[in-house]
């Protein structure tokens, strides 16, 4: 046997000898068909292979593949085979794969997996495939495979059920791994068309293919292109429905249900519950799924040993979010697919799936702390937090430090190197995802700081100092994003959820926000957005919280040198009116010939997010103004009476609620006490008529004190 090899190593020598210097085109041949030869036979390694390389060179195998004369007594196909065989060979070189000679070579390839196989040709389909492996695991591989159309290929491939065919499922199952947005943007009929089959082939199996295909199918749904869009979608989503219904409502092993819990995430990834039909069956099958989930949560957490734990990170993790679409679908109210029996049971079952959740983070150690899986524990729990108050109120109370601290380790690390586990069931395209903790935990956050004991414990743990930090992080974010009008991004959601907790703890810890340094930063971030903020009509809502909690933080802060009449001050104020004045107009009202008050067409959209916002902004306005003695010019310099003097005046009486009144009242009475031109202007608006019109009883006794002053005061 080492006799043989030997042998067979000195020839290879001899023929890459020739092959360096060719007496001839038929000594060439010769040579290569030894070469090959080996090559085919796997019996050269990684450094002859090299040798081979550099003895040939990419120019000699492309001239075969291109060539239509194969020698005489040969079939047609001889040198194109004995090319792709060489070009197989330099593949294994990562380097080499890599290479611009090798992607240039991606549509030949392309050609071949499209071209009628004949049973000679096989090992031309498999140097192929394993030329697009090689290809598709270098770093510019898999954009040049998307490009050059090899998706496509793949597919047809794969769908044509030839040599090789499952060979091209891997393939694409391996790109659809690091590019699946890019595939599906150039690709999507074909990549539907596969994703048709499989889903048939899912619904018909009887056997393990089954649950084969659990582990294949979820690479193929995609988050980039919403199959509920194309009938062809529908009807995938359909069957695979079926399939999984089928499946879990069978007796299984944990081996078989693992794939089907994953499957079934995938699909909760990608369309929500829209891929779950309405009725009996479907509300059955949506309970079995969050059922199963809370159960496998349960058995891997309550006691959790760190072996099997490990093992079962991804299946959990699959779990968590058919929980979070248990959350959603319990709280539906509008065409639920549960009844409200189901939808009780679920919570109680959640609940204590939950608390697996809260007990296995509460083991969690220090060298843990990177682990993706804690990650996704914590954002799971957050969407239970943002939902559900009340049930599990102390376990969440003590597991809010280690809440605290993890956000702020993943917020001042940046983002780890490692992604979630979540976006391990679906496309990442290849890149890390930025943990951030925080953003899953604000809506939690905001109801327990309207809360005695959870709003004591987020203080003492630094949570509004951190919050703040997180403030200009994601107004950092928000500014660079467009400008133009586009749907609520997440960040944005996050300043709003913010600007939600700092307005409880001015409600409820105005001393805090007295004497924590962290509130005077704030305030001078406040005056400095609103003023850029408000003209981008598209960000109403959110302007509508920075000025709402700006004004009601100067209540407290009007001592501070930032709100002592400096440019910054007023600039924020006048904005701050800009936001409150632009809320209401007078418009025709169709039961009378007289002008009605109505909420403005450009904050229409918006007003049920805004309107306790704009009451709180006028009622924090006004508690502003004996604080702040500028102020009353900053209103005259904007012509804020005057509008509202005119906005009054015009339109009926009855149109304006009681709740308005006050508003109104409540600002004019404090600028009417503050300032004798500001009472003037009143006065010169027929002020005293529509006061007494309106019922503005504290408006009408000012302005008679203030004018009977006056009038002493010129009698003396």
């Known amino acids: 046997m080492a006799s043989d090899s030997g042998d067979g190593l000195a020839t290879l020598k001899r023929c890459l000898s020739v092959l360096r210097d060719p007496r001839n085109d038929s000594e060439q041949f010769a040579a290569l068909l030894l070469v090959t030869k080996a090559v085919r036979a796997g019996e050269v390694d990684a450094k002859t292979r090299r040798q081979i390389f550099d003895a040939i060179g990419f120019t000699f195998p492309t001239r075969l593949l291109i060539s239509q004369q194969p020698p005489a007594d040969c079939p047609p196909h001889t040198f194109r085979a004995l090319g792709l065989t060489l070009l197989a060979c330099f593949c294994t070189d990562p380097q080499l794969a890599g290479h611009s000679q090798i992607l240039n070579k991606i549509p030949t390839f392309n050609d071949i997996l499209l071209s009628p196989c004949d049973p000679d040709c096989t090992s031309m389909v498999d140097d192929v495939y394993q030329c697009l492996s090689a290809i598709l695991a270098t770093a510019r591989g898999p954009r040049a495979l998307v490009t050059k159309g090899t998706v496509s290929a793949l597919c047809q491939a794969y769908l044509s059920g030839g040599h090789g065919s499952e060979r091209a499922l891997t393939l694409l199952v391996g790109l659809l791994a690091v590019a699946e947005a890019k595939c599906w943007h150039r690709d999507a009929p074909q990549l539907l068309a596969v994703l048709s089959k499989l889903s048939s082939d899912f619904l018909k199996a009887e056997d393990m293919t089954k649950f084969e295909l659990c582990e294949v199918l979820p690479r193929f749904i995609p988050l980039s292109h919403p199959l509920t869009e194309s009938s062809q979608g529908s009807e995938c989503l359909c069957r695979l429905y079926k399939g999984l219904a089928d499946v879990l409502g069978s007796k299984l092993s944990q081996s078989q249900r693992d794939p089907a819990l994953k499957l079934a995430a995938s699909l909760v990834q990608a369309c929500g519950a829209e891929w779950i039909p309405a009725g009996r069956a479907g509300s059955k099958f949506l309970a079995l799924l969050v059922n199963?989930?809370?159960?496998?949560?349960?058995?891997?957490?309550?006691?959790?040993?760190?072996?099997?734990?490990?093992?079962?990170?991804?299946?959990?993790?699959?779990?968590?979010?058919?929980?979070?679409?248990?959350?959603?679908?319990?709280?539906?109210?509008?065409?639920?697919?549960?009844?409200?029996?189901?939808?009780?049971?679920?919570?109680?079952?959640?609940?204590?799936?939950?608390?697996?959740?809260?007990?296995?983070?509460?083991?969690?150690?220090?060298?843990?702390?990177?682990?993706?899986?804690?990650?996704?524990?914590?954002?799971?729990?957050?969407?239970?937090?943002?939902?559900?108050?009340?049930?599990?109120?102390?376990?969440?109370?003590?597991?809010?430090?280690?809440?605290?601290?993890?956000?702020?380790?993943?917020?001042?690390?940046?983002?780890?190197?490692?992604?979630?586990?979540?976006?391990?069931?679906?496309?990442?395209?290849?890149?890390?995802?930025?943990?951030?903790?925080?953003?899953?935990?604000?809506?939690?956050?905001?109801?327990?700081?309207?809360?005695?004991?959870?709003?004591?414990?987020?203080?003492?743990?630094?949570?509004?100092?951190?919050?703040?930090?997180?403030?200009?992080?994601?107004?950092?974010?928000?500014?660079?994003?467009?400008?133009?009008?586009?749907?609520?991004?997440?960040?944005?959601?996050?300043?709003?959820?913010?600007?939600?907790?700092?307005?409880?703890?001015?409600?409820?810890?105005?001393?805090?926000?007295?004497?924590?340094?962290?509130?005077?930063?704030?305030?001078?971030?406040?005056?400095?957005?609103?003023?850029?903020?408000?003209?981008?009509?598209?960000?109403?809502?959110?302007?509508?919280?920075?000025?709402?909690?700006?004004?009601?933080?100067?209540?407290?802060?009007?001592?501070?040198?930032?709100?002592?009449?400096?440019?910054?001050?007023?600039?924020?104020?006048?904005?701050?009116?800009?936001?409150?004045?632009?809320?209401?107009?007078?418009?025709?009202?169709?039961?009378?010939?007289?002008?009605?008050?109505?909420?403005?067409?450009?904050?229409?959209?918006?007003?049920?997010?805004?309107?306790?916002?704009?009451?709180?902004?006028?009622?924090?306005?006004?508690?502003?103004?004996?604080?702040?003695?500028?102020?009353?010019?900053?209103?005259?310099?904007?012509?804020?009476?005057?509008?509202?003097?005119?906005?009054?005046?015009?339109?009926?009486?009855?149109?304006?609620?009681?709740?308005?009144?006050?508003?109104?009242?409540?600002?004019?009475?404090?600028?009417?006490?503050?300032?004798?031109?500001?009472?003037?202007?009143?006065?010169?608006?027929?002020?005293?008529?529509?006061?007494?019109?309106?019922?503005?009883?504290?408006?009408?006794?000012?302005?008679?004190?203030?004018?009977?002053?006056?009038?002493?005061?010129?009698?003396?």
């Open 292 to 716: 199963l989930a809370c159960v496998e949560v349960r058995l891997t957490l309550e006691e959790p040993d760190p072996l099997e734990v490990e093992g079962k990170k991804e299946v959990v993790t699959a779990c968590y979010v058919l929980m979070e679409m248990g959350i959603q679908e319990c709280l539906r109210e509008e065409n639920p697919l549960l009844e409200n029996v189901q939808k009780m049971q679920l919570m109680r079952i959640m609940e204590e799936a939950f608390g697996a959740v809260i007990f296995y983070l509460r083991q969690v150690k220090q060298e843990e702390l990177q682990d993706p899986f804690i990650f996704a524990s914590v954002r799971v729990l957050g969407a239970w937090m943002a939902e559900e108050t009340s049930s599990l109120k102390q376990e969440i109370c003590e597991l809010l430090p280690f809440l605290v601290d993890y956000a702020r380790m993943l917020f001042k690390e940046g983002s780890p190197a490692e992604s979630p586990p979540q976006a391990e069931l679906v496309s990442t395209e290849g890149s890390a995802l930025p943990q951030d903790a925080l953003r899953f935990l604000l809506p939690g956050f905001c109801h327990l700081t309207a809360e005695d004991k959870p709003r004591d414990i987020l203080i003492a743990e630094g949570a509004p100092a951190l919050l703040c930090e997180y403030f200009l992080q994601q107004w950092e974010v928000l500014t660079s994003e467009p400008t133009a009008p586009a749907p609520l991004t997440s960040t944005e959601m996050s300043l709003q959820t913010m600007c939600g907790i700092f307005l409880n703890l001015v409600v409820t810890a105005p001393d805090l926000v007295r004497r924590d340094k962290t509130f005077s930063s704030l305030m001078d971030v406040l005056l400095k957005f609103l003023p850029l903020l408000l003209p981008q009509k598209h960000h109403l809502v959110l302007a509508a919280n920075v000025a709402t909690l700006g004004l009601m933080m100067a209540r407290i802060l009007a001592g501070s040198a930032a709100l002592q009449g400096t440019q910054r001050a007023k600039e924020f104020f006048g904005a701050a009116i800009g936001f409150l004045s632009q809320a209401h107009v007078a418009q025709a009202d169709p039961s009378s010939d007289r002008l009605a008050l109505a909420v403005s067409p450009a904050y229409a959209s918006a007003w049920d997010d805004i309107a306790e916002l704009w009451f709180l902004g006028m009622q924090a306005w006004a508690g502003c103004v004996p604080l702040l003695p500028w102020l009353p010019h900053t209103a005259l310099g904007a012509r804020w009476l005057q509008g509202m003097a005119q906005l009054l005046s015009q339109v009926t009486p009855a149109s304006v609620d009681c709740e308005l009144v006050t508003a109104f009242q409540a600002v004019l009475v404090e600028l009417a006490r503050a300032s004798q031109q500001c009472r003037d202007v009143i006065l010169s608006h027929q002020g005293t008529d529509w006061a007494n019109l309106y019922g503005m009883a504290a408006l009408e006794q000012c302005l008679a004190e203030q004018r009977g002053a006056s009038s002493t005061s010129g009698g003396k």
